[in-house]
Each structure stands twice: as C-alpha cells, then as structure tokens.
C-alpha cells in the first residue's frame, strides 16, 4: 500500500473501500451503478454442498462486507448519508489508524487496475486470507511482470499449515491474497531483507 500519510484532494476520482453492515453489498453496488460509479467487489467461486449431498460452485464475495468504489469523497460522502436515510443502509468508509488520527482508506489506481484484472482471471487461483492469517517471514519483496497479476508487489511468506513458500500480495491492512503458482520468470527482485 502507498504512504496514507500523503493527502488526497475531495473533488479527486479515486478507489475508496467502503464497508456495509447488515445487508448484502449487491445492494449498495446496484445504487452505485445507478448513479453511474464504477464498483468492484471481489468474488471467487467455492464449492458448497446442498442438503442432498450434491456440490456446486457458488460465486461468493471474498470480504463480504467491503467494496471499492471509484468515486470523489465529494460524492460519497453525502451519498453515504443518502444511503443510510432514504435506503437504510449503514455505509462506512474504511480507515486506517495513523498516529493520533484516522485517515479514509484510498486505494492507488496503479494498484487497482492489476488487482481487479487478476482477481477477475485467476479468481479460482488465487487464495485470500485475513491479515492475522499470515505469519510472514522476513524475506523478499517481489515485483511480478507478465500475465494478469503485472506489476502487483508482494513478499515471499510462510503460511500457518503451508510448507511451500507462496507469494503473499497484500491488500491494506484487513485482507492479503497468495497465489500458488508464479512461474519463476515473472518475479523480479525488488530488495533482500
């Protein structure tokens, strides 16, 4: 994640996380749309077991409670308040702690973009975890090039249960994704801890 500690300006399009208790985000998204906003949630397919034994694949959102949406704080902001009186929605923008303040989560385009191609592609491949399920090692930052994860970053890391070493991207600080196939050519470097 880029520095928060550089200001962002209100009238500026931008990726912002907002979180939604209680309800479905299909919800909050279809009144996004609606005004003509760019949503994303990120969904993956899982197997689920009906009463009869039988198994399907179900499209299901990752972080059930977030979204991002590419918007001004300009327009979210009093749309916020709009969703919560006239729809009953409890909308929330995600913040991050720094120091003695909370800073609105901001989303970098040039993150954004490989984020929403790979998850899209490879949604089968690739695993999310929490933040408290990665024990991450001092290791490699890492730069991929090529396919649909280019140019995201990330760092070697070792997960509870796992063996194998996998590629650990992080998302902010609530969410993390690791991929499980990387082929070696398309890792560069960045710096040895």
Not at 60 to 75: G, I, T, Y
Not at 127 to 146: D, F, N, P, W
Request: hydrophobic share 40%; net charge positive; proline share 4%.
């Amino acid at each position: 994640m880029v520095d928060q500690k550089k200001f962002w300006k209100r009238d500026e399009v931008q990726w912002f996380v907002l979180r939604l208790k209680w309800k479905p985000v299909e919800v909050l998204e279809e009144l996004l749309k609606a005004e003509g906003k760019e949503t994303f949630v990120p969904r993956s397919y899982v197997l689920r077991t009906d009463s009869h034994g039988r198994k399907h694949r179900v499209l299901k959102n990752v972080l059930p409670e977030l979204m991002f949406v590419r918007a001004s704080f300009d327009f979210l902001q009093p749309f916020v308040r709009t969703a919560f009186y006239g729809h009953g929605l409890t909308v929330s923008f995600c913040k991050k702690r720094e120091g003695d303040a909370n800073r609105v989560m901001v989303v970098p385009e040039w993150q954004m973009e490989p984020f929403i191609k790979a998850t899209q592609t490879l949604s089968e491949r690739i695993i999310y975890h929490r933040a408290e399920e990665l024990v991450l090692e001092k290791g490699m930052q890492v730069k991929l090039h090529g396919g649909p994860l280019d140019g995201l970053v990330g760092e070697v890391a070792h997960l509870k249960g796992k063996r194998k070493k996998r590629l650990v991207l992080r998302l902010m600080d609530f969410t993390a994704i690791s991929v499980t196939t990387v082929e070696p050519e398309f890792i560069e470097i960045i710096r040895k801890e």
